[in-house]
């Protein structure tokens, strides 16, 4: 079945450094959605990706969805405390379900 | 609106013992899914729902069963729990036209000894 893996699975930052995590599926998708995940908290959606080589920006995060729809990114410049937390990239094909992958947590050090 | 609400926050089973969680949502979504997150595994699809009276499996749905009476409930059934089934269980829900903005609510975590 559809897999989609994540890296790096950890990522710890200094406040103000840049961030970023990939998401690479077996399959093409239709669409990619990104979740953040706050510690002891519930995902909440953030971005909706669907064309191919896609770029979306939301102030300071910034998320790509590769040419072939199989890959997508999202890059974080100069991390504050509030990003700590875990990125989820979920995708989809056709009319299936979300697929998410394991997610990146997102580590700031002040 | 309180959004999607999950009913209990914690509980703990004993091996063997039956259980049900409840999922209410006051946005009138057609959409609901039921997820469990294990550390290190992300979020998977246990079942979900289209519409009120149907039902689907998802990539785990062993060992559970689901119901959808109404449109803005949907219960996830344990019948004899096992330790394997020690998680955190995340309720979801979304519109029709945008199936893929789902909003979770604040989840249940169950130990099964």
């Known amino acids: 079945g559809q897999q989609v893996m994540q890296i790096p699975q950890y990522q710890h930052v200094q406040e103000g450094e840049d961030f970023t995590t990939y998401c690479n599926s077996s399959t093409t998708l239709s669409n990619i959605q990104w979740y953040k995940q706050r510690p002891g908290g519930h995902p909440v959606f953030l971005i909706q990706?669907?064309?191919?080589?896609e770029v979306k920006k939301q102030k300071r995060l910034t998320f790509q969805f590769g040419e072939a729809k199989k890959n997508s990114s999202l890059h974080i410049t100069a991390t504050q405390t509030t990003d700590v937390g875990t990125y989820f990239c979920?995708?989809?094909?056709?009319?299936?379900?979300?697929?998410f992958g394991k997610g990146t947590r997102l580590s700031v050090i002040a | 609106n309180a959004g999607v609400t999950q009913t209990p926050k914690f509980r703990v089973l004993k091996t063997g013992q039956s259980m049900t969680l409840l999922c209410a949502q006051d946005m009138n979504h057609e959409y609901m899914y039921w997820y469990r997150q294990d550390p290190g595994m992300g979020l998977r699809l246990i079942h979900y729902s289209v519409g009120e009276g149907t039902t689907a499996k998802g990539e785990v749905p062993d060992g559970y069963n689901v119901s959808r009476l109404k449109k803005q409930n949907f219960l996830l059934g344990l019948e004899s729990a096992a330790p394997s089934q020690t998680s955190v269980y995340f309720c979801?829900?979304?519109?029709?036209?945008?199936?893929?903005?789902?909003?979770f609510g604040p989840g249940t975590r169950l130990t099964v000894t």
């Open positions: 979920a995708g989809a094909s056709g009319n299936t379900p979300l697929v």
């Open positions: 990706l669907v064309k191919s080589g």
């Open positions: 979801a829900s979304s519109i029709r036209d945008r199936v893929y903005e789902q909003y």
